[in-house]
């Protein structure tokens, strides 16, 4: 089994910035990489970005390219999301996920540990 703890939400302005913390226990050697997902009130959860442990390589949407950046700290076992010119649009809970799979996905169903999510609020 894998733990993943969310922090670091919280209440910004728009075109403000915010950095989220997961920290990853138990059996992290198995999973292959970590992901971010968002819920926002009466939507889906969405594929915010991802990155594989090894080599560190990564996956945007295309909502959050250039203003978001994911990052690990392998020796920590804890992924960050940098999120920067947020918009009150980003406004949802944001989820840290791990999938055991080498591929690159970006469905929620393909990930198999999840975190409690942690909220995000933009105003504007």
């Known amino acids: 089994q894998v733990q993943l703890v969310e922090s670091g939400g919280g209440l910004v302005q728009a075109g403000g910035s915010l950095r989220l913390s997961c920290a990853a226990s138990?059996?992290?050697?198995?999973?292959?990489?970590m992901g971010w997902f968002r819920q926002a009130p009466g939507k889906e959860r969405e594929f915010v970005a991802r990155?594989?442990?090894?080599?560190?390589?990564?996956y945007y949407a295309d909502s959050v390219k250039g203003r978001f950046t994911i990052s690990r700290d392998n020796v920590k076992n804890t992924v960050y999301l940098q999120m920067n010119s947020l918009k009150p649009e980003d406004t949802a809970v944001y989820y840290c996920?791990?999938?055991?799979?080498?591929?690159?996905?970006?469905?929620?169903?393909?990930?198999?540990?999840w975190g409690q999510g942690t909220q995000v609020t933009v105003s504007s």
């Open positions: 138990g059996r992290t050697f198995t999973t292959s990489a």
């Open positions: 996920a791990a999938t055991l799979s080498p591929r690159l996905v970006v469905m929620s169903t393909d990930y198999d540990y």
């Open positions: 990155i594989r442990w090894n080599s560190g390589s990564t």
